[in-house]
């Protein structure tokens, strides 16, 4: 299984910026998705996450209210749309497929992982 995230950028603050995630293999559908971020010198922490069929979403207290996760049942992307940006969501952004079709916070819980998409939010 190959993800690809895209669609990363620089944004002034208050701007947006939509995320995708393609993955290879028809069973992308059949898992979770999460979207993780790593800024420089700190730790990856979890953003968000869309059960298998996309009936649940969750969300870090940073992402809520301003990120929107959701997955297309058609093509299988899944999306992180990315509003009121502010200049600590700057980081390289990962989307990662869940060892099951249940959404966590632990990327422990995730198996495959894409390379990630630099966002850079300026103030």
């Known amino acids: 299984v190959q993800l690809q995230a895209s669609g990363g950028g620089l944004v002034q603050a208050g701007g947006s910026l939509r995320l995708s995630c393609a993955a290879s293999?028809?069973?992308?559908?059949?898992?979770?998705v999460g979207w993780f971020r790593q800024a420089p010198g700190k730790e990856r922490e979890f953003v968000a996450s869309v059960t298998e069929r996309g009936g649940s979403t969750f969300y870090s207290d940073s992402a809520k209210g301003r990120f929107t996760i959701s997955r297309d049942s058609a093509d299988g992307m899944v999306y992180l749309q990315m509003n009121s940006l502010k200049p600590e969501d700057t980081a390289v952004y990962y989307c990662?497929?869940?060892?099951?079709?249940?959404?966590?916070?632990?990327?422990?819980?995730?198996?495959?992982w894409g390379q990630g998409t630099l966002v850079t939010v300026s103030s």
């Open positions: 990662a497929r869940g060892s099951t079709g249940y959404s966590a916070s632990d990327s422990n819980e995730y198996d495959y």
């Open positions: 293999g028809r069973t992308f559908r059949r898992y979770a």
